[in-house]
């Protein structure tokens, strides 16, 4: 792939809370030249509130539904940029499609032990304000391991490496396959 050219396809990041697909994302586009986004920061825009107060106040089931409309924009947008995208996104079946649809998808596989150390401490995710965070952590991750994996063109284990070789990584993958 030419660095700052035009991209063919969108480039999305999926993976759980804490993986890193905003920092990793914002470094790939830093090395491909190409601009990125993140869907959780285009929906709080458009709420003009924060996910946790959307989660507050309109509850889960609205933002899920701000996920699919969000993704049904991208795949008709007819620029393409690297977009990272929330963790919950890929479990409805419906957003599956419309990801692999949009683009190029990576999975940032990363285990639950490395999410707790990453967001111990951490307000800003509604889904992890409760008793037993790690426990939830765990959970959530079992039941989405199969959704994640479904939709991934290329899955990346994040656990031992920093972002900036996370992001090396995907700019060198991305140069030989998209
Ligand atoms: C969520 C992940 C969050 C955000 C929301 C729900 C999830 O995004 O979309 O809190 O269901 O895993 P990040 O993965 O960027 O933290």
């Not at 920061?41 to 106040?57: D, N």
């Not at 089931?61 to 690297?82: S, V």
């Not at 989405?144 to 060198?172: F, Q, T």
């Amino acid at each position: 792939m030419e660095k700052g050219k035009e991209l063919k396809r969108n480039i999305l990041l999926i993976g759980f809370m804490g993986a890193g697909k905003t920092t990793v994302g914002r470094k790939l586009s830093w090395k491909l030249r190409v601009p990125v986004e993140d869907t959780d920061k285009l929906i709080e825009q458009k709420a003009g509130k924060s996910i946790s107060e959307i989660f507050r106040t309109e509850g889960e089931e609205a933002f899920r539904r701000m996920e699919t409309l969000e993704l049904q924009e991208i795949c008709q947008r007819t620029y393409h940029r690297i977009l990272s995208v929330g963790g919950g996104t890929p479990v409805r079946k419906e957003n599956q499609a419309l990801l692999k649809k949009c683009g190029t998808v990576i999975y940032l596989r990363v285990q639950p032990e490395t999410v707790w150390k990453r967001l111990k401490g951490d307000t800003s995710r509604p889904l992890l304000a409760c008793e037993d965070p790690l426990g939830k952590i765990r959970e959530l991750m079992e039941a989405r391991r199969e959704a994640y994996e479904k939709c991934a063109d290329v899955i990346l284990d994040v656990d031992d490496l920093d972002s900036e070789e996370c992001a090396s990584r995907l700019a060198r993958w991305l140069e030989d396959n998209a």
